[in-house]
């Protein structure tokens, strides 16, 4: 009966093996490092400060790999966790490129405000590297202060 | 023996295919990345409008004092943008370049300003500068400036009055003298 259960776990682990997504993972670089100050004013002294301000283009980057067919499905959540947050701004990220590979990639084109709750910036299917997105803040203003404001961006990838 | 495989290999392939789409519907990985932004201190100041010009002479009556007439009667404008941190408050001072002459006194005075953000209070009754004041002493106008904007618009800001008058305790010392000019500068300064 051992040897004649050998077939069964064979067969496991050829599933396992063949199922979608086993490997499946992204990397995320980059981040967004932004100066307000004085360069900064919407006009001669007594005027505002500019309130919207965007990152470069490929201010992060992402990678996804490690999928094993180009119709591997898988999605790119983000959402916004505060450091140390003013809640007069906004954050939005978009993405700014298809970035390279054999899968395919869509959503996220246009700007999308990030929140405490995790929402879909895109998808795709297959492994796609350097995929270029833009942060844009909006929202600036003097009432603001002087300070050091801060928070983070997460990104989660699902297996779809 | 043939039966028994069978029975094995069912069902475990039948827990696999159950399990699969539960495990790799999930969540495979999260990423952060880092978002900064340095509001640094902002202090711009700008006064708008004319100079002013007064003259004296003349008299009203025999024995009185004499008459300052002020050619350009309007006010000028304080217009500033200041950005600190919320424990710290600004002040705009203001100071001459040269005293007033003997037997004169300007006041300088500070209307309330508009704006967004804290744009602070007039010192009430202003300030007056005399034959005694000494160069480039700052003298504050307006106190308990934060973050704000008074705007640019041509009557925005804090509204600025100069009233040139005698000086009756130094009068005697008046002299006849040609014109002087006298340069007033505004600063945003920490409080």
Known sequence: MRILARPSCIALLALLAASPGHALSFTVSGGWSLTVGTSDLAGPAGSGLEPQYQSAANAVLVDISGALLDTEPWTVTIHRVDVSWDGSLSLSMARTSEGLGAGSISGGLTLQPLTLTAQTLFQGTGNRSSIQLQLELDGVSVSIGSRILAAQVVFTLLDT | ?191
Do not use: H, W
Request: glycine residues 10%; negative net charge; aromatic residues 6%.
């Open chain 2, 1 to 191: 023996m043939i039966r028994k495989s069978t029975f094995l290999t069912i069902p475990v392939v039948a827990l696999v295919l159950a399990l699969s789409p539960m495990v790799f519907a999930d969540e495979v990985a999260t990423s952060t990345i880092d978002v900064a932004i340095d509001v640094t201190a902002v202090a711009a100041i700008t006064v708008t409008g004319t100079n002013q010009s007064f003259t004296v002479g003349g008299s009203p009556a025999a024995g009185a004092l004499p008459i300052v007439n002020a050619t350009a009667n309007v006010p000028t404008y304080l217009q500033y943008t200041s950005v600190v941190p919320t424990t710290e408050t600004r002040a705009v001072a203001v100071q001459a370049d040269a005293a007033v002459p003997a037997g004169l006194k300007l006041n300088i005075r500070a209307g309330t300003p508009t704006g967004d953000g804290g744009v602070g209070t007039p010192v009430a009754g202003g300030v007056s500068i005399g034959s005694t004041y000494v160069g480039a002493t700052d003298l504050t106008i307006i106190t308990g400036i934060t973050s704000c904007a008074t705007g640019t618009g041509a009557t925005q800001g804090a509204p600025v009055y100069y009233t040139l008058a005698i000086d009756e305790a130094t009068f005697s010392n008046l002299e006849t003298t040609t014109t002087q000019t006298i340069t007033l500068t505004f600063t945003l300064v920490g409080s």
